[in-house]
């Protein structure tokens, strides 16, 4: 008997074909108040999850005795309970490398836009309002030349450092749990201590993972910390951020402006603050979200359950000890 993946997200037709080959799939094209029910039905027997977001902790885990791969399609792992998934033996994965560039891009790009005032602009033309050459209330200010503080210097935080030493001639400071020799020597990344990388950058980029260490990492002492002209990005995940610290920091003028791609509550709430502040650019987190790079990290989820289904260490192993114990 073939054995049973559950997909839990929207997936091209090509990866659930080549899931399909080897494996039986329940489909579900996303996961909400009305087909969690029957997903939790499904879970009593199935193998393998596939998808992204989904919290898999202990009170999931007791209803899928038969689990054996969870295949996040993501490369941050924070919906994940590694602890617990060690525990039972069951397999985690994630899909990282193939959406480095693109999360890079979407995060070079918040921070141009977000120094230039692009989608305030954007709405001044196209509200009709650009009715003479725009005046000194609209200006942004400078990228090049600046100094970016790169907060998480892993492979993402290196190609965000790649984009603005080699194309915007920009100093970089880096703070991270271990030094990066690659980043130190090919974009002349300088490590500093948190507090002086705050205090010194004109833009700060959060960058890390979710991790009870980094949890409201950037706070009110954080935000104080930085220059009245810092520019503020989030790459990371929304919990990273005490959001109303932020928010009181871009009201009183602590720092000069924000570019969000992550938020505590994914969809935002439609009554959120952040929503009616000009000085905050907010995108519906899509680091990596372009057609070929989440094809890449489907493929790379779906090589992932396939490996796991058929004995094989995952290429994306998150949890080595499971393996190791076999
Ligand atoms: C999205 C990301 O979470 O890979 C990550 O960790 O943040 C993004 O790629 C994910 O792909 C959403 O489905």
Redo the contacts with the bound molecule.
Sequence with gaps: MKQKVIVY?KMPKEVLDLIQKHCEIVYFENIDENTYPSFLTELKDADAIFG??LRVDKELLEQAPQLKVVSN????YDNLDIIELTKRKIMATN?PEV?NDTTADTIFGLLLATARRMPELDRYVKSGQWDRTIGEDLFGVDVHHKTLGIIGMGKIGAAIAKRAHLGFDMNILYHNRSRNAQAEASYHAKYSDLEELLQTSDFVCLMTPLTPETEKLMGEKEFKLMKKEAIFINGSRGKTVDEAALIRALQNGEILAAGLDVFVQEPIQPDHPFLTMKNVVTLP?I??ATAETRLK?ALLGAKNIIAGMQGNRPPCLLNKEVWEIK
Excluded at 73 to 76: E, Q, W
């Design positions: 997200k992204s977001g399609a993501s490369v941050g899909t959406l987190h680091g990596s990290m």
